[in-house]
């Protein structure tokens, strides 16, 4: 059974920062498609950030101010963000791949005060 676990989340005021990780029960590479997906309270779930082929593409409210990256070692899923803004606020879930299997974590929650 695949599972993904987020931790890392918490509270932080404007223009902080956060490092969120993705334990993930399989092999990094066993999976096409790697991702962080947000949710808002109210608002539709979104694309934070995906790396895929060794290709990483972000949200344009994020670009420049995270990062996503993979430990292959330690089998996570990394997402480092800064210059934290109050609309970032929303439950971040860890989303992984294989062919037409999609696997989601059950999210962290993300708050930042302004």
């Known amino acids: 059974q695949v599972r993904l676990l987020e931790s890392g989340g918490g509270s932080v005021q404007a223009g902080g920062s956060l490092a969120l990780s993705c334990a993930l029960s399989a092999s990094i590479f066993s999976f096409d498609d790697r991702a962080w997906y947000r949710q808002a309270p109210g608002k539709q779930r979104e694309l934070v950030a995906r790396?895929?082929?060794?290709?990483?593409t972000y949200a344009d409210s994020v670009k420049a101010r995270f990062e996503i990256s993979r430990e292959i070692a330690n089998k996570t899923l990394n997402l480092v963000m800064a210059g934290l803004k109050f609309e970032d606020t929303a439950v971040y879930y860890c989303?992984?791949?294989?062919?037409?299997?999609?696997?989601w974590g059950r999210g962290t929650q993300v708050t930042v005060s302004s």
């Open positions: 989303y992984g791949r294989r062919g037409r299997n999609e696997y």
């Open positions: 790396t895929t082929g060794g290709v990483v």
